[in-house]
């Protein structure tokens, strides 16, 4: 008798791109379902699955000898049983990628908007102030480091020419990528912050990630600069953060992710009139599933299909993304 291959979707797919998958896997059965009571009908005999899921049943996922591949709906995988997967020889691909255009865009609002003091006129607005201070800075020409140049740092870089700047990167091999001018790798971190007006953050949350911008980073920074985080709320002491920008130490930030989420009522940065707050939405975007099926599942599923790999976005378990 032979044993039906099992795919298991827990997000809802658009029809158009659900046929693609079938299309390609005419003889499994593909189960999809955002009710987390289908899901523990298959999650120990799936061989395959589409998005983590924090409220499986644990015990019946782990039971699954099955089991070969999960593709994530996230580019973060921090959240993730990491060693656990690895023990039982599951390959995890990632999202990684998918937000590069969503996010860039973000990014690029709140550096113009903390620029340009739109956050400010957004406030006097609602109050009917007319308030022409304060709006005597330029993007264009300025340094820009952007820290972890990955798929979505890239695309940063490549805004950030149109505008002119002088792009500076920190990734972890240090190895140098188009659109930025120079690339240090993180233990050079402090050589670059003094030079630069605007600090993006794009780095995943790892162990040698985990509150690097602490005090002493913030203080090598200018005090005209600009700090913006889409990465992870833990890269950064917030804190210190909230400190460097009471006491001046940095002009402002753009925050899209905080240490707790959602953030506190209780937190400073609620109030300060130098922060723009975003609620963890900068890879928002009405392509994700799109991009996540056709550039990123669909061809790893035909290399699966070969030879039992997958190549695209695969996680690194000893390196933690």
């Not at 395959?48 to 994530?72: A, F, M």
């Not at 996230?74 to 999202?95: C, D, E, M, R």
């Not at 800075?137 to 820009?144: G, M, R, S, V």
């Not at 959602?262 to 975003?278: A, F, G, H």
Request: charged share 20%; with cysteine; glycine share 6%.
């Amino acid at each position: 008798m032979t044993v039906s291959r099992k795919l298991l979707i827990t997000y809802e797919l658009e029809p158009s791109l659900l046929k693609q998958v079938k299309a390609a896997i005419p003889d499994w059965k593909i189960y999809m379902s955002k009710n987390p009571a289908d899901w523990d009908k298959h999650l120990q005999d799936a061989e395959v699955i589409i998005g983590w899921r924090s409220k499986w049943n644990q015990e019946k996922l782990w039971s699954n000898n099955q089991l070969q591949w999960i593709q994530t709906w996230s580019a973060g995988v921090n959240s993730l049983p990491l060693n656990k997967l690895a023990a039982q020889n599951i390959q995890l691909t990632s999202a990684n990628g998918v937000h590069s255009y969503p996010i860039a865009e973000t990014i690029f609002a709140l550096m113009l908007a903390l620029t340009r003091n739109i956050h400010t006129y957004v406030k006097n607005q609602k109050t009917k102030v007319w308030d022409d201070r304060g709006n005597t800075l330029e993007i264009h020409n300025k340094t820009i480091g952007i820290i972890g140049v990955g798929a979505i740092g890239q695309e940063t870089a490549k805004l950030a020419k149109a505008f002119g700047m002088k792009v500076l990167g920190v990734r972890h091999s240090g190895k140098p990528v188009k659109y930025v001018d120079e690339m240090y790798k993180q233990s050079e971190l402090k050589s670059i912050l003094p030079q630069c007006d605007y600090i993006v953050i794009t780095l995943p949350l790892t162990d040698d990630t985990r509150h690097l911008f602490d005090k002493a980073l913030f203080q090598e920074m200018k005090k005209s600069a600009f700090f913006i985080n889409i990465g992870r709320g833990e890269i950064v002491k917030e804190e210190d953060l909230i400190a460097a920008l009471h006491n001046g130490d940095i002009a402002g930030a753009g925050l899209d992710v905080f240490e707790t989420e959602p953030l506190e009522k209780t937190s400073p940065l609620w109030e300060m009139d130098n922060v723009i707050i975003t609620p963890h939405t900068s890879g928002s975007t009405e392509h994700y599933a799109k991009r996540v099926i056709e550039n990123i599942f669909l061809p790893n599923l035909k290399n699966y299909l070969a030879d039992g790999t997958v190549s695209v976005n695969v996680v690194n378990y000893q390196k933690g993304y």
